[in-house]
C-alpha cells in the first residue's frame, strides 16, 4: 500500500527561474536536476522536492511545506536578512511572539515564496 511508498511534494510555480533563485538563494537548495525550463528538483535533507511551472502556482491558502529545523530563532533572523518576510495568522492555541508563534510542544514561523505558497519553519520542543 501507499503507506510504504516514498513520497514527493510537488510546488507549482509561475517563473521556474525566480523560483530557482529563491530556493537556491534565500533557502539555500541548490537544483540537481532540471527537465526543459518547466520542471527542476530540490534536495532538503533526505526529502526530494519538484518544482514545475503552473498557472495555478500560489492559489492554495494553506501551508504547503513545513521545514523542522533545530533553531527557529536562527532561521528566521538569517531569512529575514536574506529579505523574507513573514506572515502572522491568529490561530487559536498559538502565541505570537513576534515573527514566531509558540504552540503546545512547538515553535513555528510562516513565510511564503514568490508565487505566494505558503512554508512553514517548525521547531519541536
Known amino acids: 500500500m501507499l503507506g510504504k511508498a516514498d513520497a514527493t511534494p510537488m510546488i507549482a510555480v509561475k ?12 533557502l539555500g537548495m541548490e537544483p540537481f536536476q532540471e527537465m526543459g525550463g518547466e520542471f527542476f528538483m530540490l534536495k532538503s535533507g533526505d526529502t526530494t522536492l519538484n518544482v514545475y511551472k503552473s498557472e495555478f502556482a500560489g492559489t492554495n ?9 533545530d533553531d527557529i530563532g536562527a532561521e528566521v533572523s538569517e531569512l529575514k536578512a536574506k529579505g523574507i518576510a513573514f506572515e502572522h495568522y491568529d490561530l487559536e492555541g498559538l502565541t505570537p511572539e513576534g515573527d514566531i508563534y509558540r504552540g503546545e510542544g512547538m515553535k513555528t514561523a ?3 515564496d514568490p508565487d505566494g505558497n505558503i ?4 521547531e519541536e520542543d
Open 110 to 112: 510562516w513565510f511564503k
Open 119 to 122: 512554508l512553514s519553519l517548525i
Open 15 to 26: 517563473d521556474i527561474d525566480r523560483a530557482k533563485q529563491f530556493y537556491g538563494d534565500k
Open 61 to 69: 491558502k494553506a501551508t504547503l511545506l513545513t521545514f523542522d529545523v
